[in-house]
């Protein structure tokens, strides 16, 4: 039996005010995994996986990561969020130094580890940039450095690559599996992008709409090491994409006429 | 360009005005000289001023009554500051208590201060440490109690302690705030050091201003009311040009408070 990275059994959330966020979500994901959430817009994926980091507690149901409860700021894991969050008074190194600064990476060690970290996402030559200085896409690569830097063997990321263009898009997504395998890390990300979803995961896990439910989960049987412009060429990867994706108009349809 | 020709010319043709008026106060004998100085009289006592005591002493004195309780008072108001900061429920309780402080006209005091500390210079610096050490106190709780939810969430993902959000995340964060504190606390230093050297004291250029208006020597009292503009102007703009600097990189938070 594999180990469990995440291990989530009939987790909701009601909050004090309002209707429910999360209404019944099982799932797991196991140590190597990489795993895929997808829902449509507002259904409660950045809530679970905010649950899952230890930001947001949880009202119903037990969430295990790694056999711990969640807890905010574990030294193994680093959380991309979807806004970059860039400190603006420090330059693009020492943002992503800062991450190995809250872990108590000596001193001598960060700048080299920082460099390198920005040398990958491409922006090696922004490195005494500040975050005024930079475009946003560029913001987010520094963000996206800054998750890496302090290999972590538990990522989650929430829509990390939204701001970038197609291209440079593409180039973080091949940057993201080579990293993993290096590391051999877990994975728990949430996306919009369904083509995005099926490049990088081994699962595809879809949430329904408000309150969230687990609807639909989907193994992705390409093999790896992959590649983000092959795969799409691949005929399994053309199937599941119109498998889910006619799931997901579903609920989103749904959600829509709850709109009504 | 040619906007700021036309600033320039307007603002030089408004102090000409109002030079022109006040002149013209005198020569039309609108009202006695002797109350109200003229514009050549003062710019000679102005020039007439370098040689003397005044800029060589009494301005000395009134520098470092300011300076020494700008530094005291600012240090020790933001270090309370951080101090309250830490508490919800101290800060609440205190805060009234800080503002009925701060309301209080603190320069009034400097009759007592003369009292306990005599009439030398530590009573003017302890009267620019009480004005000061309220302005910078409230003014930093303000900067430290800025929510941030976006920063406070990237410190939580990140593991930081208690004391690192502080130091790599609040703190800079606060710090346009605290550079607009400092600005007002040093104007409001070298208001208290010459109010207080008005009550009582033997050198500074409070003093000076309390002798001429008493002896009716109204041309040199606007002489060192120039001085003194021309230097809390100078050390206002130094103190500006090192926030600008300091903030560069901050961006659109300047204007998010």
């Not at chain 1, 989530?8 to 009601?14: D, K, Y």
């Not at chain 1, 690559?161 to 080579?178: E, H, I, K, P, W």
Request: hydrophobic share 45%; with cysteine.
């Amino acid at each position: 039996m594999a180990n469990l990275a995440v291990d989530a059994r009939n987790v909701g959330l009601s909050p004090a005010h309002g209707p429910d966020i999360l209404s019944d979500i099982s799932l797991t994901v196991e140590e190597g995994e990489f795993v895929a959430i997808i829902g449509p817009s507002g259904c409660g994926k950045t809530t679970f996986l905010n649950a899952v980091a230890g930001l947001t507690r949880t009202t119903r149901g037990t969430l295990t990561v790694r056999g711990h409860a969640p807890a905010a700021g574990r030294p193994d894991s680093s959380y991309a969020l979807a806004r970059d969050t860039l400190l603006p008074w420090r330059s693009a190194i020492q943002n992503v130094e800062l991450a190995l600064q809250m872990r108590g990476f000596p001193r001598s060690e960060r700048g080299a580890l920082a460099e390198r970290a920005l040398m990958r996402v491409g922006l090696g030559e922004a490195r005494d940039r500040h975050p005024t200085a930079l475009s946003q896409g560029m913001r987010q690569r520094v963000a996206l450095a800054r998750a890496f830097v302090t290999q972590p063997t538990l990522m989650m990321m929430d829509e990390p690559f939204g701001a970038l263009d197609a291209q440079t898009r593409v180039l973080m997504q091949d940057l993201l599996l080579t990293l993993l395998d290096e590391y051999g890390g877990t994975l728990l990300m949430v996306t919009h992008d369904l083509a995005e979803a099926l490049v990088l995961a081994d699962r595809v896990i879809l949430f329904s709409n408000r309150p969230a439910r687990v609807s639909g989960e989907y193994r992705v049987a390409i093999p790896r090491p992959r590649n983000s412009q092959d795969v799409r060429r691949e005929p399994r990867f053309i199937s599941l994409y119109d498998e889910i994706w006619t799931d997901l108009k579903d609920q989103i349809a749904r959600s829509d006429s709850h709109r009504l | 360009m040619r906007q700021t020709l036309v600033i320039w010319v307007i603002r030089i043709a408004i102090v000409l005005a109002v030079l022109a008026v006040w002149q013209s106060l005198s020569t039309f004998n609108l009202m006695n000289p002797v109350f109200i100085g003229t514009p050549g009289g003062t710019l000679r006592e102005f020039v007439r001023q370098f040689g003397t005591s005044i800029v060589t002493t009494d301005l000395g004195y009134t520098m470092r009554e300011t300076l020494l309780g700008f530094v005291l008072g600012t240090l020790s108001g933001f270090l309370f500051g951080i101090v309250l900061a830490q508490s919800e429920l101290v800060e609440r309780a205190a805060a009234p208590l800080l503002t009925a402080a701060n309301s209080l006209p603190r320069v009034t005091l400097a009759p007592l201060f003369i009292i306990w500390f005599g009439l030398g210079s530590t009573a003017k610096v302890a009267l620019v440490i009480s004005v000061v050490f309220f302005i910078m106190t409230i003014n930093t709780v303000a900067g430290l109690t800025m929510p941030d939810p976006d920063r406070q969430l990237l410190a939580r993902t990140l593991g930081a302690s208690r004391r690192q959000r502080l130091l790599y995340f609040v703190i800079p964060g606060a710090v346009p705030t605290l550079i607009a504190g400092l600005e007002l606390s040093l104007v409001y230093s070298f208001l208290s050091a010459v109010v207080g050297e008005f009550v009582g004291g033997s050198y500074g250029l409070g003093v000076r201003l309390q002798q001429f208006a008493n002896n009716f020597e109204v041309d040199k009292f606007f002489a060192v009311i120039l001085l003194l503009a021309v230097v809390t102007t100078v050390m206002a703009q130094m103190l500006q040009w090192v926030g600008r600097r300091t903030t560069r990189w901050y961006g659109t938070d300047r204007l998010q408070q």
